[in-house]
């Protein structure tokens, strides 16, 4: 059970799940949780556990190079192949069936991020930078289909971007980890490319201009002085990586800014709530 809940990517689910809740509550500006919100939750661990599992398919191999401590239970052979096709399938249709009960629009857009998800691994990946921002605008998307499942769709674009920006910066240092595993496969992720010092001056300085876009934007939405006091320790943060990256440093920062986005969701709520 420990390996089903590993491989599904829990505490990711987890987060998707409160995205959408937070995604929502931005959105109405209000702490309410009515049933579509619920369901639009549901909807986005469904996709999310089928990502996550059709990933882990893609990459065994990779996986077993940059994961050689077992972390991906498949790649070390303790969750079978059928089992994972199983999670995918059930994801996939739990994340229909909820969509559905939303409306034909949170459909669509389900439908959309599956189109991005399944030839991400084999496809998207191995174009580097192009791979980059599809899997950052997947990731920050929670925030707006909770906009999308309340009927106010506007409202999160604003969380939308930001969340996007900083998963954007999170997926290049993810890969500037991963570089032995993608060399193996084949990848041209862009460590691969332009080369890991390189690679970490564009993540550094993507990092350090999302504090100025998370000032502007949210100032430009009238969000609300809560939402600067909080964000400033998420900011801080970010700028941390950035220094890091920018003096070579490469270990942890991964944690750090999925820390940063975990603050940053609680700022935006305050922001539109408080």
């Known amino acids: 059970m420990v390996d089903l809940l590993r491989l599904v990517r829990t505490n990711n689910l987890l987060l998707a799940a409160a995205g959408v809740l937070a995604g929502g509550w931005i959105a109405l500006g209000t702490l309410q949780v009515p049933t579509v919100l619920v369901l639009a939750a549901v909807s986005a661990v469904g996709f999310g556990m089928a990502g996550y599992v059709l990933n882990d398919i893609w990459d065994r191999a990779a996986d077993q190079v940059n994961r050689p401590g077992g972390e991906r239970p498949l790649a070390a052979g303790r969750v079978t192949r059928g089992t994972a096709d199983l999670c995918v399938a059930g994801g996939v249709l739990v994340g229909l069936a909820a969509a559905?009960?939303?409306?034909?629009?949170?459909?669509?857009?389900?439908?959309?991020?599956?189109?991005?998800?399944?030839?991400?691994?084999?496809?998207?990946?191995?174009?580097?930078?192009?791979?980059?921002?599809?899997?950052?605008?997947?990731?920050?998307?929670?925030?707006?289909?909770?906009?999308?499942?309340?009927?106010?769709?506007?409202?999160?674009?604003?969380?939308?971007?930001?969340?996007?920006?900083?998963?954007?910066?999170?997926?290049?240092?993810?890969?500037?980890?991963?570089?032995?595993?993608?060399?193996?496969?084949?990848?041209?992720?862009?460590?691969?490319?332009?080369?890991?010092?390189?690679?970490?001056?564009?993540?550094?300085?993507?990092?350090?201009?999302?504090?100025?876009?998370?000032l502007a934007l949210p100032a430009e939405a009238h969000y609300h002085g809560a939402y600067f006091l909080i964000a400033l320790f998420a900011q801080l943060v970010v700028l941390a990586v950035a220094s890091r990256l920018f003096t070579g440093r490469t270990q942890g920062n991964?944690?750090?800014?999925?820390?940063a986005m975990l603050v940053g969701i609680v700022a935006l709520v305050a922001g539109r709530v408080a």
Request: glycine content about 10%.
């Open 100 to 214: 559905a009960l939303v409306s034909g629009t949170a459909v669509l857009v389900g439908l959309g991020a599956l189109a991005v998800l399944v030839p991400y691994s084999p496809l998207l990946k191995r174009r580097g930078a192009l791979g980059n921002v599809a899997v950052a605008m997947l990731a920050g998307l929670p925030l707006m289909y909770g906009a999308i499942a309340v009927g106010r769709a506007a409202a999160g674009i604003v969380p939308w971007t930001l969340a996007a920006w900083i998963h954007l910066v999170r997926e290049i240092v993810k890969d500037i980890d991963d570089q032995a595993g993608d060399r193996a496969l084949g990848r041209r992720t862009l460590p691969l490319v332009l080369g890991p010092r390189r690679a970490r001056a564009v993540a550094a300085v993507l990092a350090a201009a999302f504090v100025p876009l998370s």
């Open 254 to 259: 991964s944690r750090l800014l999925k820390g």
